[in-house]
Every structure is written in structure tokens, then in C-alpha cells.
């Protein structure tokens, strides 16, 4: 059975850091492009970042480059997104996905991850 717990959420000010966690079971995370998609009130769910099954790719939304940084390990089958330099608008629902469609899906969309965990709320204060 195909499980993602996340976790690592919480409230930080304003140029703070969180590392997320996704911690997978059921399947190995080397072997799936992981991904991180957040959503905030109001809004439609967007890629955050992604990365390729193995882990020699990724990818990042303009919003976050530079400040965000996926990664996995495959001992502890887990995928992480360490989050620095914090905005309020990074404020959202952080979800972790497993991508289930082929390779003419993109990476970013989220209808393309076909496994995804319960989320972890993200509160970026001014």
C-alpha cells in the first residue's frame, strides 16, 4: 500500500528556514519522480519542486529558485524540501506527490502525481 507521510510544517518568521519531510512506503522514492505542490486559501495547488526518479534532476518554480532545495534519501526512502529565506507568500498547505503518469506528462503539474501524502501547513509570518 502506497503511503507519503509528511512532516517538518510549521510557523517561522519571515527569512526563516523549514526542512520538509516525506517520508514514502509501499514503493521506493528513487524509483518515482517525487514531488513538493503547495496551496494556499483561494488558490489552485502548484508545483513547488520536483525530482526525477534517482535523483539526478530537478526542478523548481520560479518563486522558489534559489531559495528551496528538494532532495532524497533513498536509505530512508524520504524526499525533503529545505526551505530558506521564507516569504509570507510561501504561507500554504506543503503536500509531497509521487508521479504516476509517463514521461509526456510534465513534471510540474500536479494532475500528473497520482500519490499524494495529507500535507503540512507552512505559516510564514511578516
Known amino acids: 500500500q502506497v503511503q507519503l507521510v509528511e512532516s517538518g510544517g510549521g510557523s517561522v518568521q519571515a527569512g526563516g528556514s523549514l526542512r520538509l519531510s516525506c517520508a514514502a512506503s509501499?514503493?521506493?522514492?528513487?524509483?518515482?519522480?517525487m514531488g513538493w505542490f503547495r496551496q494556499a486559501p483561494g488558490k489552485e495547488r502548484e508545483a513547488v519542486a520536483t525530482i526525477s526518479s534517482g535523483g539526478g534532476s530537478t526542478y523548481y518554480a520560479d518563486s522558489v529558485k534559489g531559495r528551496f532545495t528538494i532532495s532524497q534519501d533513498s536509505a530512508k526512502n524520504t524526499v525533503y524540501l529545505q526551505m530558506n529565506s521564507l516569504k509570507p507568500e510561501d504561507t500554504a498547505m506543503y503536500y509531497c506527490a509521487a508521479k504516476t503518469q509517463g514521461v509526456y506528462c510534465s513534471v510540474m503539474r500536479p494532475v500528473c502525481f497520482g500519490y499524494w501524502g495529507q500535507g503540512t501547513q507552512v505559516t510564514v509570518s511578516s
Open positions: 509501499g514503493f521506493t522514492v528513487n524509483s518515482k519522480f
